[in-house]
T-cell receptor, first 116, second 115 residues
Framework: QKEVEQNSGPLSVPEGAIASLNCTYS??????FFWYRQYSGKSPELIMS????GDKEDGRFTAQLNKASQYVSLLIRDSQPSDSATYLCAVNGRGAGGTSYGKLTFGQGTILTVHP | EAQVTQNPRYLITVTGKKLTVTCSQNMNHEYMSWYRQDPGLGLRQIYYSMNVEVTDKGDVPEGYKVSRKEKRNFPLILESPSPNQTSLYFCASIPRRGGLDNEQFFGPGTRLTVL
Protein backbone atom coordinates (compact mmCIF):
# COMPACT_ATOMS: atom_id res chain seq x y z
CA GLN A 1 0.00 0.00 0.00
CA LYS A 2 1.27 3.44 -0.89
CA GLU A 3 1.87 5.78 2.03
CA VAL A 4 -0.42 8.43 0.57
CA GLU A 5 -2.95 7.49 -2.04
CA GLN A 6 -5.33 9.74 -3.93
CA ASN A 7 -8.48 8.82 -5.84
CA SER A 8 -7.65 7.96 -9.37
CA GLY A 9 -8.39 10.55 -11.98
CA PRO A 10 -8.75 12.38 -14.06
CA LEU A 11 -11.83 13.98 -12.57
CA SER A 12 -14.09 16.06 -14.78
CA VAL A 13 -16.89 18.24 -13.44
CA PRO A 14 -19.09 20.92 -15.00
CA GLU A 15 -18.67 24.55 -14.05
CA GLY A 16 -20.56 25.36 -10.87
CA ALA A 17 -20.51 21.79 -9.55
CA ILE A 18 -18.79 20.43 -6.45
CA ALA A 19 -15.49 18.66 -7.04
CA SER A 20 -14.55 16.06 -4.45
CA LEU A 21 -10.94 14.94 -4.06
CA ASN A 22 -9.98 12.13 -1.71
CA CYS A 23 -6.80 10.95 -0.06
CA THR A 24 -5.91 8.13 2.32
CA TYR A 25 -2.68 7.71 4.27
CA SER A 26 -1.02 4.81 6.07
CA UNK A 27 0.96 6.42 8.92
CA UNK A 28 -1.33 6.79 11.95
CA UNK A 29 1.21 9.12 13.55
CA UNK A 30 0.76 11.78 10.88
CA UNK A 31 -0.40 15.09 12.25
CA UNK A 32 -0.33 17.62 9.41
CA PHE A 33 -2.21 17.37 6.14
CA PHE A 34 -2.02 19.62 3.14
CA TRP A 35 -3.65 20.14 -0.23
CA TYR A 36 -1.57 21.71 -2.99
CA ARG A 37 -2.69 22.85 -6.41
CA GLN A 38 -0.31 22.56 -9.35
CA TYR A 39 -0.92 24.06 -12.75
CA SER A 40 0.82 22.45 -15.68
CA GLY A 41 4.50 23.38 -15.77
CA LYS A 42 4.30 25.30 -12.51
CA SER A 43 5.33 24.63 -8.93
CA PRO A 44 2.83 23.44 -6.31
CA GLU A 45 1.02 26.09 -4.27
CA LEU A 46 -0.61 25.46 -0.92
CA ILE A 47 -4.38 25.91 -0.83
CA MET A 48 -5.39 24.22 2.43
CA SER A 49 -3.84 22.79 5.56
CA UNK A 50 -5.66 20.85 8.28
CA UNK A 51 -4.49 19.38 11.57
CA UNK A 52 -7.64 18.46 13.56
CA UNK A 53 -10.50 16.10 12.84
CA GLY A 54 -13.46 17.73 11.17
CA ASP A 55 -13.95 20.34 8.50
CA LYS A 56 -11.97 23.46 7.68
CA GLU A 57 -13.42 25.97 5.26
CA ASP A 58 -11.66 28.68 3.28
CA GLY A 59 -13.77 30.37 0.63
CA ARG A 60 -14.89 27.77 -1.89
CA PHE A 61 -12.56 25.15 -0.44
CA THR A 62 -13.34 22.76 2.42
CA ALA A 63 -10.84 20.27 3.78
CA GLN A 64 -12.11 17.33 5.81
CA LEU A 65 -9.98 15.15 8.08
CA ASN A 66 -10.86 11.85 9.71
CA LYS A 67 -7.85 10.47 11.55
CA ALA A 68 -9.64 7.31 12.67
CA SER A 69 -10.27 6.39 9.05
CA GLN A 70 -6.94 7.90 7.91
CA TYR A 71 -8.75 9.93 5.34
CA VAL A 72 -8.52 13.52 4.17
CA SER A 73 -10.57 15.15 1.46
CA LEU A 74 -10.94 18.44 -0.38
CA LEU A 75 -14.22 19.81 -1.64
CA ILE A 76 -14.30 22.62 -4.16
CA ARG A 77 -17.68 24.30 -4.37
CA ASP A 78 -18.86 26.28 -7.38
CA SER A 79 -16.01 24.89 -9.46
CA GLN A 80 -14.54 27.24 -12.04
CA PRO A 81 -12.51 26.49 -15.18
CA SER A 82 -9.58 28.20 -13.42
CA ASP A 83 -9.68 25.37 -10.84
CA SER A 84 -8.54 22.96 -13.54
CA ALA A 85 -5.19 21.68 -12.27
CA THR A 86 -3.53 18.74 -10.54
CA TYR A 87 -4.34 18.53 -6.83
CA LEU A 88 -1.74 17.00 -4.55
CA CYS A 89 -2.43 15.61 -1.10
CA ALA A 90 0.55 15.76 1.27
CA VAL A 91 1.01 14.24 4.72
CA ASN A 92 3.81 14.83 7.17
CA GLY A 93 5.79 11.76 8.08
CA ARG A 94 8.89 10.68 9.91
CA GLY A 95 12.36 10.96 8.48
CA ALA A 96 15.13 8.43 8.95
CA GLY A 97 16.35 10.41 11.93
CA GLY A 98 12.94 10.26 13.59
CA THR A 99 12.09 13.87 12.97
CA SER A 100 8.85 14.73 11.25
CA TYR A 101 9.00 18.44 10.64
CA GLY A 102 9.72 19.04 6.98
CA LYS A 103 9.22 15.42 5.99
CA LEU A 104 6.31 15.41 3.57
CA THR A 105 4.94 12.52 1.57
CA PHE A 106 2.79 13.37 -1.44
CA GLY A 107 0.12 11.39 -3.20
CA GLN A 108 0.37 10.87 -6.91
CA GLY A 109 -2.03 13.72 -7.63
CA THR A 110 -5.52 13.95 -9.14
CA ILE A 111 -6.06 15.87 -12.36
CA LEU A 112 -9.21 17.98 -12.19
CA THR A 113 -10.85 19.45 -15.27
CA VAL A 114 -13.74 21.89 -14.91
CA HIS A 115 -15.55 22.29 -18.20
CA PRO A 116 -17.78 25.25 -19.05
CA GLU B 1 10.39 39.72 -2.94
CA ALA B 2 10.28 36.56 -0.81
CA GLN B 3 11.17 33.63 -3.01
CA VAL B 4 12.92 30.35 -3.61
CA THR B 5 15.16 30.34 -6.67
CA GLN B 6 16.63 27.41 -8.56
CA ASN B 7 19.31 27.27 -11.22
CA PRO B 8 19.44 26.15 -13.88
CA ARG B 9 15.77 25.95 -14.87
CA TYR B 10 16.51 23.56 -17.72
CA LEU B 11 19.48 21.25 -18.17
CA ILE B 12 20.34 18.56 -20.67
CA THR B 13 23.42 16.53 -19.81
CA VAL B 14 25.02 13.16 -20.46
CA THR B 15 25.39 10.11 -18.26
CA GLY B 16 28.17 10.37 -15.71
CA LYS B 17 28.83 14.10 -15.94
CA LYS B 18 28.63 15.58 -12.46
CA LEU B 19 26.17 18.40 -12.02
CA THR B 20 24.84 20.67 -9.30
CA VAL B 21 21.42 22.29 -9.13
CA THR B 22 21.43 25.29 -6.85
CA CYS B 23 18.62 26.38 -4.56
CA SER B 24 18.49 29.61 -2.61
CA GLN B 25 15.86 31.22 -0.39
CA ASN B 26 15.73 34.76 0.96
CA MET B 27 13.17 34.19 3.72
CA ASN B 28 15.56 33.06 6.45
CA HIS B 29 13.80 29.69 6.59
CA GLU B 30 15.49 26.99 8.64
CA TYR B 31 14.18 24.01 6.72
CA MET B 32 14.81 23.24 3.07
CA SER B 33 13.96 20.25 0.93
CA TRP B 34 14.42 18.69 -2.52
CA TYR B 35 11.78 16.77 -4.47
CA ARG B 36 11.58 15.08 -7.82
CA GLN B 37 8.36 14.79 -9.77
CA ASP B 38 7.67 12.07 -12.29
CA PRO B 39 4.45 11.31 -14.20
CA GLY B 40 2.14 9.06 -12.19
CA LEU B 41 4.41 9.12 -9.14
CA GLY B 42 3.75 12.57 -7.75
CA LEU B 43 6.35 14.46 -5.75
CA ARG B 44 8.91 12.35 -3.95
CA GLN B 45 11.23 13.79 -1.36
CA ILE B 46 14.95 13.30 -1.99
CA TYR B 47 16.59 15.02 0.98
CA TYR B 48 15.68 17.65 3.48
CA SER B 49 17.62 19.85 5.87
CA MET B 50 16.53 21.03 9.30
CA ASN B 51 19.33 23.57 9.66
CA VAL B 52 22.89 24.35 8.63
CA GLU B 53 24.93 21.13 8.53
CA VAL B 54 21.86 19.02 9.42
CA THR B 55 20.30 16.90 6.68
CA ASP B 56 18.16 13.76 6.48
CA LYS B 57 17.18 11.34 3.74
CA GLY B 58 13.80 11.51 2.13
CA ASP B 59 12.14 8.70 0.22
CA VAL B 60 14.45 8.53 -2.82
CA PRO B 61 17.98 9.66 -1.81
CA GLU B 62 19.97 7.17 -3.91
CA GLY B 63 22.21 8.87 -6.47
CA TYR B 64 21.95 12.30 -4.87
CA LYS B 65 23.98 14.32 -2.41
CA VAL B 66 23.17 17.56 -0.63
CA SER B 67 24.97 20.02 1.56
CA ARG B 68 23.82 22.85 3.76
CA LYS B 69 26.75 25.09 4.58
CA GLU B 70 24.72 28.27 4.67
CA LYS B 71 21.16 28.81 5.78
CA ARG B 72 20.00 30.27 2.49
CA ASN B 73 21.50 27.66 0.12
CA PHE B 74 20.76 23.96 -0.35
CA PRO B 75 22.40 22.59 -3.52
CA LEU B 76 21.51 19.20 -4.99
CA ILE B 77 24.48 17.28 -6.37
CA LEU B 78 24.35 14.42 -8.86
CA GLU B 79 27.83 12.90 -8.82
CA SER B 80 27.22 10.53 -11.74
CA PRO B 81 23.84 11.22 -13.33
CA SER B 82 21.97 8.40 -15.03
CA PRO B 83 18.97 8.49 -17.40
CA ASN B 84 16.61 7.39 -14.58
CA GLN B 85 17.33 10.72 -12.91
CA THR B 86 15.64 12.55 -15.76
CA SER B 87 12.89 14.38 -13.94
CA LEU B 88 11.43 17.69 -12.78
CA TYR B 89 13.11 18.82 -9.57
CA PHE B 90 11.69 21.20 -6.99
CA CYS B 91 13.38 22.85 -4.07
CA ALA B 92 11.27 24.02 -1.15
CA SER B 93 11.82 25.95 2.06
CA ILE B 94 9.84 25.91 5.28
CA PRO B 95 9.65 28.52 8.03
CA ARG B 96 10.04 27.26 11.56
CA ARG B 97 6.78 28.42 13.07
CA GLY B 98 6.50 25.72 15.68
CA GLY B 99 3.50 23.47 16.16
CA LEU B 100 2.17 21.55 13.18
CA ASP B 101 2.33 24.25 10.56
CA ASN B 102 5.02 23.34 8.07
CA GLU B 103 3.87 24.89 4.82
CA GLN B 104 6.48 24.45 2.10
CA PHE B 105 7.33 27.26 -0.33
CA PHE B 106 8.39 25.82 -3.66
CA GLY B 107 10.89 27.06 -6.18
CA PRO B 108 10.03 27.24 -9.91
CA GLY B 109 11.48 23.82 -10.75
CA THR B 110 14.43 22.49 -12.74
CA ARG B 111 13.79 20.19 -15.66
CA LEU B 112 16.72 17.80 -16.00
CA THR B 113 17.31 15.44 -18.90
CA VAL B 114 20.13 12.90 -18.70
CA LEU B 115 21.00 11.30 -22.04
Amino acid sequence: QKEVEQNSGPLSVPEGAIASLNCTYSDRGSQSFFWYRQYSGKSPELIMSIYSNGDKEDGRFTAQLNKASQYVSLLIRDSQPSDSATYLCAVNGRGAGGTSYGKLTFGQGTILTVHP
Amino acid sequence: EAQVTQNPRYLITVTGKKLTVTCSQNMNHEYMSWYRQDPGLGLRQIYYSMNVEVTDKGDVPEGYKVSRKEKRNFPLILESPSPNQTSLYFCASIPRRGGLDNEQFFGPGTRLTVL
